[in-house]
């Protein structure tokens, strides 16, 4: 017997993924059910050998239905996430609505699957920030053994992190480079994005950090452990999909670079290719479509007392959103509703 699944926001980036990632890891279902705004009504959407058409989320009775995989944008799950909690059906909402409630689980299943038995008090759980979700995979297992005090992270996102027309605009600036007179100015981004790197995601706060960076400090915070110090400078360049980050990391004891290979190449979630070569360390082009978080140039800091240097690379729309939340579901089957 398997579960009756709704994806909304399914004709975008991530409900696209959504669907495939439900297909690929044989998610037991019984109904999927494809929802989009009005003006993607009838839209065909592709899930596994099957071929779904769109139904308007306007009005959708979600009676009956067990697990809605939100990609809808904060505004939308707004109105329509309480709806289909209230009619018994649990959310996992990839917005960032709910990510700070504290009410609401924020969860990364190889970092704390607990957490999804919180989803009773609204039946909503919150999916991470896609830079968060990531990181804290490669943090955990490291947390777990010496006990991290402060980590400094700069990242490298993709451009896909911004939607299709963000994915559109690379396209065209980087085409327009080439062929005079078709340059293309800027819309989605402040600057030109080819050939250029942008650090500025989402908007900026009186701190002097933008939004993003402030999610990846909070986040962090409620997934693992709220005494880490985490500062970050998020980035935009010039990729069409996979987020990279590179991670400074202080513990409160020593963690031989060694000790933390062995870790890493043990832990759930974790690919750690490391070797000191040209090329033997993962890039955002080799993980695109990849279920794992990569982990290279794992290094000793040695202008601290107990510190480690390492590299994490991992499919934005996979392991930052739509990969993320299948396992969420996965995890709530299986601790939770224990249907299939």
Partial sequence: MGYKVVVAGATGNVGREMLNILAERQFPTDEVV??????????EVSYGDKTLTCK????????????????????????????????GCVVIDNSSLYRYDPDVPLVVPEVNPE???????????????????????????????????????????????????????????????????????????????????????????????????????????KIIDKSIKLTATCVRVPVFVGHAESLNIEFEEFLDEDEARDILREAPGIM??????????????????DFATFISRVRQDVTIENGLNLWCVSDNLRKGAALNAVQIAETLGKRCLKKG
């Fill in 34 to 43: 494809a929802l989009a705004s009005r003006r993607s009504l009838g839209t």
């Fill in 115 to 221: 957490a999804v038995d919180g989803y009773t008090k609204k039946n909503i759980i919150a999916n991470p920030n896609c830079s968060t979700a990531q990181m804290v995979v490669a943090l955990k297992p490291l947390h777990d053994r010496a006990k991290i005090k402060r980590v400094v992270v700069s990242t490298y996102q993709s451009v896909s992190g911004s939607g299709k027309e963000a994915i559109d605009e690379l396209w065209n600036q980087t085409k327009g480079i080439y062929v005079p007179g078709q340059e293309v100015a800027p819309k989605v981004y402040p600057k030109q994005i080819a050939f250029n790197v942008i650090p500025h995601i989402d908007v900026f706060m009186d701190s002097g950090d933008t939004k993003e960076e402030w999610k990846m400090v909070t986040e962090t915070k």
């Fill in 56 to 87: 308007d989320i306007e009005g959708f009775d979600f009676t009956g239905y067990d697990i809605a995989l939100f990609a809808i944008g904060s505004d939308a799950t707004k109105t329509y996430a309480p709806i289909a909690a209230k009619a």
């Fill in 272 to 289: 750690l290719v490391d070797k000191r070569e040209d090329g033997g360390y993962v890039t955002p082009v080799e993980c695109v479509g």
